[in-house]
Each structure stands twice: as C-alpha cells, then as structure tokens.
C-alpha cells in the first residue's frame, strides 16, 4: 500500500496503526509521523499519534497529540477517551 500511495496521509495512518496493532513501535511511530508530516488534518491520525507516544512512555507528546485531535474535532468518535486519558481535559 505504501509503494501505491507513499504521500497520503490517510495509507501512512492506517500502514502506522497495523504496526501499533502488532506491537512494531517505532515503525508505527515513523508511518504515523510521516502522515502527521504530510499535513492531515483527521483527529484520528493524532489520536493514533498519541497512542504511540504513550506506548513508548513519551507522555508530554502524546498529551500534545490527543490536544491536538481535540482541536481538530471535538466530537470525534474517541474524543471522549481521549478526555479520559487527559484527566477530563
């Protein structure tokens, strides 16, 4: 997928978050990153940016990610999670 579309946001999150699902950290982090990179404005993509960042005990980052999901779309699916992970906001 990533040979076909290697500059779209939407393939490098999804390519991203299979790596987080299989345990592949850092390559989920460096997918993750490029999407964030190529200028995405989905909540979903900070979101999963968050996750990874908690996953490798970046917490301060992975605050800023969930802020940043947050910003992009309040009433997304995972908002309220997100407000859990924050500690209500």
Known sequence: A??????????????????????DIDRA??????????GTNEADVYYHLGLVY??????????EAFRKALELNPKFDKADEIRRLLGGG
């Not at 076909?4 to 946001?9: G, V």
């Not at 908690?54 to 605050?63: L, S, V």
């Open 54 to 63: 908690m996953k490798k005990g970046m917490r301060g980052k992975a605050r």
């Open 2 to 23: 990533k040979k076909l579309a290697p500059k779209t946001p939407s393939v490098l999150d999804t390519l991203g978050w299979a790596y987080y699902k299989r345990g």
């Open 29 to 38: 982090l460096e997918n993750i990153l490029q999407a964030v990179k190529l």
